[in-house]
């Protein structure tokens, strides 16, 4: 794959242009409910310098009853600009470690039309251990001129995905814990079912990145991770999770991987896993 297709930035590319006024620096890292300190907080104490924080929370339909569900494109803009981004800026997303949310940031960005957007690999946690420079403190940007517009093929509903319990034409790839997935634990989020959505496999994302470093794990282990969980890259591909964060782990890998137009299930197991919800699978794919 050639470098500049690459989603991945690595921390000495991003060392290299942090006074670059056309690289906008976000940290967009996330924590499931009740889990403090809240990772605003964690931003203000340390970052990256330059970077604002990317709330997943609030960049989201604040409507909707489902967590940070994509917001539609007039909100995304506006939300965007006050970071200070602006449309011929390049977008490098973090996360502070254990590869959450940079990547649905980055999945968003491209989802309303921004592809000038790239993960920073290994994210603070690597930042740290090699110590480079961190701030600590708010960020307060220039506001930016942002253009969105959502390509409706990047994202999926609970609707389709329903439909496709029948017609089978895109393949799911669950990046929860395979104990999530097979429905032997309780979801974090009180009130969901346990279990999966039928038919679908299993690609925990943690899996997908080395925990000593932080970096992404080689192309060739990626590959595998998908292929030995009967995946089968040619195919279509919809990746889900808990809440649509972690999905877009397992759709970075694949993108690494060549793989294009796949989707996202941004209402994931916190919308099919509640009481009435569509049918769930139990044990192992």
């Known amino acids: 794959m050639a470098s500049n297709d690459d989603p991945l930035v690595s921390t000495d590319w991003l060392a290299a242009r942090l006074d670059d006024p056309k690289v906008r620096i976000i940290d967009a890292s996330f924590k499931l409910p009740g889990v403090l300190p809240l990772p605003a ?15 997943v929370d609030e960049i989201a339909d604040r409507a909707d009853s489902l967590p940070h569900m994509y917001p539609d494109a007039k909100q995304f ?36 039309g ?8 290994g994210g603070l946690q690597k930042w740290l251990r090699e110590g480079r420079p961190t ?21 999926r509903s609970r609707q389709e995905l329903v439909g496709n319990l029948t017609s089978h034409a895109e393949q799911l790839v669950d990046a929860r814990p395979r104990p999530r997935f097979e429905g032997s634990v309780a979801e974090p989020r009180p009130g969901l079912r ?3 959505i039928p038919g679908s496999r299993n690609v925990p994302y943690g899996e997908l990145f080395d925990a000593s470093t932080g970096a992404m794990r080689p192309l060739e282990e990626l590959r595998k991770a998908f292929t030995g969980a009967g995946v089968d890259l040619a195919r279509p591909i919809v990746t889900t999770c808990g809440s649509g964060v972690s999905a877009a ?37």
């Open 135 to 155: 701030h600590s403190g708010k960020v307060v940007s220039k506001q930016g001129r942002f253009e969105a517009k959502l390509d409706p093929d990047f994202v």
């Open 41 to 55: 907080d964690d931003y203000l104490k340390v970052h990256i310098p330059g970077a604002v924080f990317f709330n």
């Open 194 to 196: 346990s279990g999966h």
């Open 114 to 121: 921004h592809t000038k957007v790239k993960v920073l690999d």
């Open 249 to 285: 782990v397992l759709t970075l890998a694949l993108y690494r991987l060549g793989v294009r137009g796949t989707a996202l299930y941004d209402g994931s197991w916190a919308e099919w896993g509640l009481p009435e919800g569509p049918p769930i699978a139990t044990g192992p794919a």
């Open 77 to 112: 803009a506006h939300d965007v600009a006050e970071l200070g981004i602006s449309s011929g800026d390049t977008v490098v997303a973090y996360d502070a470690g254990g590869w959450v949310a940079a990547p649905r940031a980055w999945w968003m960005f491209l989802s309303f």
